[in-house]
């Protein structure tokens, strides 16, 4: 499993399309595991966190700096407008271990949608990160946390490798961890690209380092492993 130095995160967006405002934290799920296909935390005996951003409103030169300084990798779930709108700011951050990734089309709650709709969010938005990142998104971020059993569905029809949730929001100088305590190794901080999010993210990477933790990249823990490659003329005939 890779290690990186450091990894970053970014995050959102203020009022790009009406969202919810209150993004609930969805609670710890106990059984969930790294090959779970929906992941809210990663299970690693590594000293490391994974900070994502989403939405993506609000990008500033400060919070681009940040992230260029610091080193800090960071799974990126802006949304197609603001990937268009604001790519010459994000294009910036791009560095080893920051990846661009889904957050749906147009941050609808994929719970009110039929399997038809959450599908055309998810896949129409991998084209635009496509678009602009030149890769595809590996993981789906569904808008609010909202998804059901058919957002599974959609996702793997979409080619996506898994869903990222989260166990630890941070806003306004204020870190909320899913089950209460301090902030440990494996969890996933949401974060969200907008004007609060330069304080959030000092804030945040404060308080990793104070416990002895890390910014690392999510892809490094959670992507899946390459396919073996085959020697075709030693198999069995
Ligand atoms: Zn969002």
New binding site residues.
């Given amino acids: 499993m890779a290690r990186r130095r450091f990894s970053a995160t970014l995050a959102?967006t203020a009022g790009l399309i009406a969202?919810p405002s209150i993004?609930n934290v969805p609670s710890a799920k106990a059984k969930s595991s790294n090959s779970s296909f929906l992941v809210d935390h990663v299970r690693t005996k590594d000293p490391v966190v994974f900070i994502t951003i989403?939405?993506g409103s609000v990008i500033t030169d400060r919070v681009v700096e940040l992230l260029l300084s610091r080193k800090i990798p960071v799974a990126n779930?802006v949304?197609s407008e603001a990937l268009k709108t604001h790519w010459k700011a994000l294009h910036r951050i791009q560095r080893p271990g920051t990846s661009f990734e889904n957050?749906s089309e147009t941050?609808r709650l994929m719970s009110s949608l039929s399997l038809k709709e959450q599908t055309s969010e998810i896949c129409r938005a991998n084209e635009h990160v496509h678009g602009n990142y030149k890769k595809l998104p590996l993981f789906f971020?569904p808008?609010?946390g909202s998804h059901n059993s058919d957002t599974v569905t959609a996702a793997k029809k979409c080619g996506i490798q898994k869903i990222v949730m989260w166990n630890v929001e941070a806003d306004q100088g204020k870190i909320v961890r899913s089950g209460g305590g301090s902030i440990r190794r494996g969890d996933i901080i949401l974060l969200?690209y907008m004007n609060s999010l330069e304080s959030s993210l000092k804030v945040v990477l404060a308080e990793i380092k104070r416990l002895g933790l890390r910014p690392a990249s999510l892809r490094d823990y959670l992507a899946p492993a390459p396919l073996p490659v085959v020697n075709t003329t030693t198999l069995p005939q």
């Fill in positions: 959102l969202f993004i989403d939405d779930f949304l957050h941050h971020r808008p609010g969200h």
